[in-house]
């Protein structure tokens, strides 16, 4: 039996019964229990591997798989709570996208680059791209899922860039590096592949990336661009 196999096997156990000796109780038979008189004791014999009827499982195996399994479900529960676009009526197709979005974005499975062109508060027509998983992990997205605000690109975002004051900013994020000194326009390298996003919209995106256009009412101009990894973790 490969690991693999031995993994599968301590877990389909692990997941049937509460507590180690529940499993031991299962291997002794009503011979066993005749014969030795002692249930601690028949239970030692089938710990040890002398008496039982199915897989032999160590108590430190069966226990460190129980609280692994346990841990795992406990952040998936946690991971669910967590997706503040989940029970919103979203009727923009801009909301849509990001909510379709944000549980992969939270678990790293997936990366989205988002690009917004609109006017601010001030009637000032800004753009910039935002690293929506950074944004998800450093603000409460609730704001902008019931709609109470518009999602926009600040100056600490990844590229902004405000058309009437000229201001122009880039930052890397913790998950892209911007390189803005590229005569054919910007490109942000995601530090986890280390494979090269190209947002000219004339140009491909680049490997295990994907431009999608947004209809939105809610901007003049939205753009996603989603990447996936192909590292292994």
Known sequence: ????????????????????????????????????????????????????????????????????????????????????????????????????????????????????RDRNSHGQEVSGYIDYAHRLKSEDFEVYFNGKRRLLPRTTDMSFYNWDSHIAVCNSSPNYQVIADNPEGLLFKYKRDRKILNVDPKAQPGDNSTRIPIQTDLYAHAVLFDHVSRRKT
């Open 1 to 116: 039996m490969d690991q693999d196999e031995g993994l599968t096997a301590v877990d389909n156990i692990v997941t049937q019964f509460n507590t180690y000796e529940d499993f031991l109780d299962s291997q002794i038979t009503t011979v066993d229990l005749y014969y030795l008189e002692d249930e601690s004791l028949a239970r030692q014999l089938v710990e040890l591997g002398y008496r039982g009827t199915g897989e032999i499982v160590k108590r430190e195996d069966f226990e460190a798989r129980k609280a692994a399994i346990d841990i795992a479900r406990q952040a998936e529960r946690t991971q669910k709570k967590t997706l503040t676009s989940a029970g919103k009526e979203l009727n923009d197709n801009f909301l849509k996208a990001l909510a379709m979005r944000e549980e992969d974005n939270r678990a790293g499975k997936l990366s989205t680059v988002i690009f917004i």
